[in-house]
């Protein structure tokens, strides 16, 4: 029976044997210097899965320039464009379910082909909609990728990267959302609605063939007792001149002791610090992410550019998403330098500040005049506010919170953690999204100021609790907890 269900945890996808033949034969035919290179290989395995974020990003950023026409067009009310918007993180929840037992059964290479066939069904579901029974099943689809690609693209950037790399490379997760993001809002500024879901499309339709051209993760062939493919997918994301024994002996020995421990995890065991605490950090980093209040400030900064006389607020829109594009870049290349505890700090610290002056602005503005110098420059304060809310947010709580949930879950309760942390991520991102309208027209003074609180406990949380794991191996942190 235990082998009959062995067999069912068997790569989705079984990648072509170009590197097997290469493992074998590097030294009689001579490999190329991108297989050499032992970071060429890992970077374009990320280049590759990073398309899925990009998709994650793209299906964020649809509903922001398209909201005037797809209402216009369907002739929808503002509550049921409301719900439009709302349901791929309903999806979401749906595929952050599923998404921990889809990759541990079958491969992340293969959770993340489940994860594009969805999205693109549902991108061309939207393009075609006549009502809102097509738009809603789009969206709904959607979600649900996005909800296994959220999951499984930062658990396997972790699992193939190197050590000394991972932090930059598990950035690059939210650096491409963020990318995602950018180019549906300024693609948004010059195409049709119809049009611009069919754009949506190409980040999946490239990914799926891209998925056979690129090793499945080593730690998770390991785990599954493949031995011979997971020792080829490690030396070929190493090179094929690197020697890979010390690296292989520790993710064996540390496959065998989660072995010895049962891979079948009781309620009880998690009273026990190796299971609770990294539980208790990757869940509270991804709750207080969404807690802070980013996405009712980006859904509301629109308005804020209307009040403080920018004449494009579609334009200001895409001016905020590039804003966090190079931020988040900044982070990529500062996370493997500075560390995660820094840069979660100093993005909490700065997300606080700003969300005072925001919140301070708009307390203000009900004291003065409308037509006064004063009330335009508290405008372009609560201006000034924001985007420095959005440049904090991107130095630190946007990607690292993803890059540290994909580091510290324990290898024998991975999926399951895994997908509780990712499900409350994309619920309470629902709930704030849901709400911000109601918060903000019943006071955004107050507002601003209960998401700057709780960016005030982040700080105290990170110094709390959240371990540093810059320069560790997998291994050493799950060694770190026990």
Not at 61 to 66: D, K, V
Not at 338 to 361: D, E, F, H, N, Y
Not at 414 to 441: D, E, H, P, R, V
Request: net charge positive; with cysteine.
């Amino acid at each position: 029976m235990k082998d009959a269900r062995n067999d069912l945890r068997r790569p989705f996808i079984h990648t072509g044997s170009w590197y097997r033949m290469g493992s074998r034969q590097s030294s009689m035919m001579g490999s190329s210097q991108i297989i050499k290179d032992n970071s060429i290989s890992v970077l374009a395995c990320v280049l590759i899965v990073a398309l899925g974020p990009i998709q994650f990003g793209f299906t964020c950023g649809y509903s922001s320039p398209t909201q005037a026409e797809i209402t216009k067009d369907l002739g929808l009310t503002v509550s049921e464009y409301s719900v439009f918007g709302s349901l791929s993180n309903v999806g979401a929840m749906v595929g952050a379910i599923a998404s921990g037992q889809i990759a541990e059964y079958i491969g992340r290479k293969g959770s993340l082909m489940i994860a594009a066939i969805p999205n693109i069904i549902g991108w061309l579901c939207i393009s075609f909609a006549k009502d809102t029974s097509f738009l809603y099943m789009g969206r709904l689809l959607e979600g649900f990728g996005v909800g296994i690609i959220s999951y499984t693209v930062p658990v396997y950037i972790a699992e193939i990267a190197p050590q000394n790399m991972r932090g930059g490379l598990g950035s690059v997760n939210q650096l491409s959302v963020t990318i995602g993001i950018m180019l549906a809002y300024l693609l948004g500024l010059f195409v049709p609605w119809r049009i611009l879901a069919v754009l949506g499309t190409l980040p999946c339709i490239v990914l799926i063939p891209g998925l056979f051209f690129i090793p499945e993760s080593p730690r998770w062939l390991a785990k599954m007792g493949m031995t011979d493919d997971f020792e080829t997918s490690l030396q070929v994301l190493r090179g094929f001149e690197t020697d890979i024994t010390v690296e292989v002996n520790e993710i064996k020995r540390s496959v065998a002791s989660s072995t010895k421990r049962s891979s079948t995890v009781r309620f009880v065991d998690l009273k026990r610090r190796r299971y609770y605490f990294p539980l208790m950090v990757g869940i509270g980093l991804l709750v207080l992410q969404q807690l802070g209040g980013i996405n009712g400030v980006l859904f509301y900064s629109s308005t804020i550019f209307e009040s403080a006389g920018v004449t494009s607020s579609n334009a200001a829109t895409f001016g905020v998403g590039a804003i966090q594009v190079v931020a988040t870049a900044i982070s990529t290349w500062l996370v493997d330098k500075a560390g995660r505890r820094l840069l979660l700090t100093i993005s909490s610290v700065g997300m606080t500040i700003s969300l005072v002056i925001v919140a301070a602005a708009f307390y203000l503005k009900g004291f003065v005049s409308p037509d006064s110098d004063m009330y335009s420059m508290l405008s372009i304060l609560s201006v000034v506010g924001v985007v420095a809310m959005v440049v904090s947010f991107s130095l630190g709580m946007g990607p690292i919170p993803w890059l540290i949930m994909s580091e510290i879950l324990p290898v024998n309760i991975k999926g399951l953690a895994g997908s509780i942390a990712t499900l409350a991520n994309w619920f309470f991102s629902w709930l704030i999204t849901m709400t911000a309208n109601l918060l903000l027209a019943w006071s955004s003074g107050a507002t601003f100021t209960i998401y700057g609180v709780v960016c005030a406990f982040t700080v105290v949380f990170v110094t709390l609790w959240v371990p540093e794991t810059k320069g560790k191996t997998l291994e050493e942190l799950q060694a770190l907890f026990r």
